[in-house]
């Protein structure tokens, strides 16, 4: 019975005990749920979680939720990520993203990150690649 419900689980990875207890019954075995759970239960079978489905851009009828990229330099993408050193100081990152070819544009260190420091950066990068037709931070 153990080697049946491996079976099985293998080969239907997305199947719970409660369904294999039912395939087993197709198959001609007499047996009861609670048994096949505890037997699923000390083999360490787990049905793997679900994967979030990514959210779309727009919706079916052609209206735009968020500006999609059609080029590069269409749209670019800025953001701060924040981490600390194994001391316990902190620091700020500023990332800067071309969202159609997924290029890093720019990255930029610093313990403290203000405005002045976003535009200065921005205008690096305009300077260097030309500024983009839309920004979203």
Known sequence: ??????????RFGRYGY????????RDGWHVNEKRVYRIWRREG??????QPKRGRLWLNDGSCIR???????????????QDRTHDG???RMLCVIDEFTRECLA????RKLNSRDVLDT??????????????RS
Do not use: N, Q
């Not at 409660?18 to 019954?25: E, G, M, S, V």
């Not at 990255?107 to 610093?110: A, M, P």
């Open 1 to 10: 019975l153990t080697a049946a419900i491996i079976a099985l689980a293998e």
């Open 18 to 25: 409660r369904r294999i207890t039912a395939l087993l019954r």
């Open 45 to 50: 079978l787990k049905v793997p979680m679900k």
């Open 67 to 81: 500006l999609r990229p059609m080029h590069k330099g269409h749209v670019w993408s800025y953001d701060f990520v």
């Open 89 to 91: 100081k902190v620091f």
């Open 107 to 110: 990255i930029r260190v610093e």
């Open 122 to 135: 921005l205008g690096e990068l305009f300077v260097h690649h030309g500024p983009p037709e839309h920004i």
